[in-house]
């Protein structure tokens, strides 16, 4: 059975920091990995999507890496601000289709 | 092109009673995913539909809960005799046509309170 953990549960850092948020995975055999942004009480918004065949994805200041072979991804953001404070999920997508989340990580980007 | 819509944004039920999520995919998007978020908890798969089929619905509790995609209008999750403990925010996700490889694009979510 799949599952995801995403360490640290929070971190908080000042502003400008480069940071960088752990995902692992249990089972390697995944089609995807995607990972999210959710404010509190909002919906989710897609970050990046990495590919099973790929080993990273970049969106502006946002850089994903997957290795499946450790069952590992790594999302990390460069020159941190205060408008980057959200909780960011990781969710990997098996051969049935859905989703299986981490439980997120919670940061706190401080002025 | 609009995206995933899900209404109502905020629903409060008493014990008991029914409610009825509905959730429009976007445009093009023939696959539908439920998801639960307990308070303090991860997102949980419930069921996976496409156009009048149930796909997956291993995460949906055997009793209360059902899902439909009709052929038109919105999939619906009702939940029957609602207790407290369904209390949580329920997303829906859509994706195109081929679902193995492609992103899953969520709604706003449903929040659920039971009193």
């Known amino acids: 059975k799949q599952e995801v953990t995403q360490i640290p549960a929070a971190l908080s850092v000042p502003e400008g920091e480069n940071l960088v948020l752990n995902c692992s995975f249990t089972?390697?055999?995944?089609?995807?990995l995607q990972w999210f942004r959710q404010d509190p009480g909002k919906g989710l918004t897609s970050l990046l999507l990495?590919?099973?065949?790929?080993r990273e994805q970049t969106s502006g200041r946002l850089n994903a890496s997957l290795d499946k072979s450790s069952g590992r991804s790594t999302l990390y953001i460069a020159a941190s601000q205060p408008g980057d404070s959200a909780t960011y999920l990781c969710?990997?997508?098996?051969?049935?289709?859905?989703?299986?989340f981490g439980k997120g990580t919670k940061l706190s980007v401080k002025p | 092109n609009a995206g995933v819509m899900q209404n109502p944004r905020h629903l409060v039920r008493r014990r008991g009673q029914e409610a009825r999520l509905r959730c429009s995919p976007m445009?093009?998007?023939?696959?539908v995913y439920w998801y639960r978020q307990l308070p303090e908890e991860g997102l949980k798969f419930m069921v996976y539909?496409?156009?009048?089929?149930?796909?997956?619905e291993s995460g949906m509790p055997k009793e209360r809960f059902s899902a439909e995609f009709p052929k038109e209008g919105p999939s619906i999750l009702r939940i029957q005799q609602v207790v407290r403990g369904d209390s949580a925010a329920y997303f829906c996700?859509?994706?195109?046509?081929?679902?193995?490889?492609?992103?899953?694009?969520f709604g706003p979510g449903t929040r659920l309170t039971v009193l």
């Open positions: 996700a859509s994706s195109p046509l081929k679902s193995s490889d492609n992103e899953q694009f």
């Open positions: 089972d390697s055999a995944i089609y995807n």
């Open positions: 990495i590919q099973s065949s790929q």
């Open positions: 969710a990997v997508r098996g051969s049935q289709g859905n989703l299986i």
């Open positions: 445009k093009g998007h023939s696959h």
């Open positions: 539909l496409q156009k009048e089929n149930i796909i997956d």
